[in-house]
């Protein structure tokens, strides 16, 4: 195919009407985000546990879905194992000194084999939005956007005052300054845990609302799930210092992030529209990222740089040769 | 109110680098006793201070607060009974957080943290009056992130919220070494006044012989790894310079033909 007949094949109408799809899984991704920026940002880990409580959050929901469970409490117990999934790794982490990279990649390599055991060792289970009744589905998009955009602001709203209690700001200060945390009496071993515990909880809760969106929970569903996650609050935190450049509150950071998911969604969904194979998804994902974790760098280095630097001492000697 | 019994702890044992930091360490102070540290670089001065606030246990050797026998206790557990500042004033505040957040912080050393709200309104107006104390200017930037601030007022803000509690010990670990000497006359002096208002218990180390002589009820010089001068009352208040590089001299065993060595005028 040439540029010209990729071009003529492109019909407007087409993205559009892929549009609301892409947002719905997007606030979803949003979601798991929120997770994300638990650890990432206010804990300073990265954690890659998620890849795999992602997975878990979906295959407990779908297999309580089938069992008869009715979809809000199958989700809540996958917010548990989500809990649980965090705690192994907050676990290995502060008690048995693992570093904490190390223990994500291990209690997710360990989840695998856990995920295929909820999922009574099928790679895919599919529940049938005409048999159970669920949250969201993928059948009614404009729906599904309404809850997930409901439960994300709900979410969004415990999750500051949370953050605004004691314990919150202790994992804060944790985050923040692991030193003066010890010396104000902050067990900070105890906050990682609950902290990863956490966030976990919210990628499980994701991964829940991703398995009734799309009907089935998959073993490989979670497969870079820490990616996008991180794409999401990337993107989510370029746009938010942009539109607010005097300062920000915490709802709004937060609020942020889950656009992040969002307009990460909606690129994919050109990418797709634009014929791209989907195979090329992870290169672009992977691009995306570098993109924007690079903005923040790269606008720094234009208010100050030894470029510039040199620049301006040319200019200052007055065109004067270089050694004169 | 802080009794060190035969405290001994060596760095790297059974290896090349082995450092015997504490030597079987006696320390005895008085509740109301502001004590300043001096000693040349690798005397254990930190070392003493970090084994009294519980950064890593120490090897043998008991350390009770106020009657407590703290030895065993984690670092976090032993943050209620001590306030601290240390020398990089990064270290003893959170920068991502308001500066109202960071005293909030503070203030519940030592304390349950539940779900109540990290900081309450009486707490603001609190922490405001505290605030102008510094005389800082920092009671109208309330909810400014630490980050932002110098390093000065981060070490006053440290100061600040080391002393809110009224802790049984207060350890000053070369709190104005990395400041500018006129902003570190400044936090000095708000240091005197916190102790003395307060009726706190301190161990101050410096490395600027003249701080140590002005500053403090009782002075102590060690050497490695030991205390090998103390002095207090009348005999602290007549110690010159002169006095103390010769009693390090005949003491340590060495001569010095200058103070540089042992410190800094």
Request: glycine share 12%; charged share 20%; net charge positive.
């Amino acid at each position: 195919m040439t540029t010209g007949t990729v071009f003529a094949s492109l019909s407007l109408p087409n993205l559009i009407s892929r549009m609301p799809g892409g947002i719905a899984q997007g606030i979803i991704w949003g979601v798991m985000a929120l997770g994300v920026y638990i650890t990432f940002r206010l804990l300073d880990v990265a954690d890659l546990t998620v890849d795999g409580s992602f997975t878990t959050g979906g295959a407990v929901t779908v297999m309580l879905i089938l069992s008869g469970w009715p979809a809000w409490a199958a989700l809540l117990v996958a917010v548990l194992a989500g809990l649980l999934a965090g705690m192994v790794t907050g676990l290995l982490h502060t008690k048995l000194g693992i570093p904490a990279i190390l223990a994500g990649i291990l209690t997710q390599f360990a989840l695998y084999s856990i995920n295929l055991r909820i999922m009574g060792m099928s790679a895919n289970k599919p529940v049938n939005p005409d048999r159970y009744a669920l949250l969201l589905t993928s059948r009614t998009v404009p729906e599904a956007i309404l809850v997930g955009a409901l439960l994300a602001a709900a979410l969004i709203a415990v999750l500051y005052w949370y953050f605004g209690t004691e314990q919150g700001s202790a994992i804060r200060a944790t985050g923040s300054n692991p030193s003066m945390s010890r010396a104000q009496g902050i067990n900070i071993g105890h906050m990682k845990v609950l902290g990863l515990s956490l966030s976990n909880g919210l990628v499980a809760l994701s991964g829940g609302l991703m398995a009734q969106y799309q009907g089935f929970a998959d073993i490989n569903m979670g497969r870079g799930a820490i990616v996008i996650g991180l794409a999401a609050v990337i993107i989510g935190e370029v746009l938010c210092d942009a539109f607010f450049r005097k300062g920000w509150s915490f709802y709004t950071r937060l609020g942020f992030v889950v656009l992040g998911g969002v307009v990460y969604y909606i690129v994919m969904v050109i990418i797709l529209w634009l014929r791209l194979d989907s195979n090329d998804l992870k290169l672009f994902t992977a691009l995306l990222v570098a993109v924007f974790l690079a903005v923040p760098y790269l606008q720094a280095q234009r208010r100050s740089s030894f470029r510039l630097a040199g620049r301006n001492s040319a200019a200052a000697q007055g065109g004067r040769k270089e050694g004169n | 109110m802080l009794q060190l019994t035969q405290v001994s702890k060596t760095f790297n044992p059974g290896t090349i680098n082995e450092k015997k930091a504490l030597r079987e360490i006696d320390l005895h102070l008085k509740p109301g006793d502001f004590v300043t540290v001096i000693g040349g670089n690798g005397a254990g001065k930190s070392t003493m201070l970090n084994a009294v606030a519980g950064v890593w246990p120490v090897d043998s050797g008991a350390i009770h607060i106020d009657g407590m026998d703290v030895t065993g206790l984690q670092e976090h557990q032993r943050a209620q009974y001590i306030g601290r500042v240390f020398q990089d004033p990064m270290t003893g505040t959170a920068p991502n957080m308001q500066i109202v957040e960071n005293l909030a912080l503070a203030a519940r050393r030592g304390k349950k943290r539940g779900l109540r709200w990290g900081v309450t309104k009486a707490e603001r107006e609190e922490f405001g009056e505290r605030l102008k104390i510094l005389g800082l200017g920092l009671e109208d930037r309330m909810t400014a992130r630490v980050g932002l601030l110098s390093g000065g007022q981060r070490q006053a803000l440290t100061l600040l919220m080391a002393s809110l509690q009224r802790p049984k010990l207060l350890l000053l670990d070369e709190h104005t070494a990395a400041l500018d000497p006129a902003t570190a006359q400044k936090v000095l002096e708000l240091s005197d006044r916190i102790i003395r208002e307060s009726g706190l218990t301190a161990l101050m180390i410096t490395h600027n012989m003249k701080d140590a002589i002005e500053h403090g009820s009782r002075l102590i010089m060690m050497n490695e790894g030991q205390i090998i001068f103390d002095a207090e009352g009348e005999e602290k208040k007549k110690l010159t310079k002169k006095d103390l590089m010769d009693k390090f001299a005949e003491i340590a065993g060495m001569q010095l033909d200058s103070d540089e060595i042992l410190l800094t005028k």
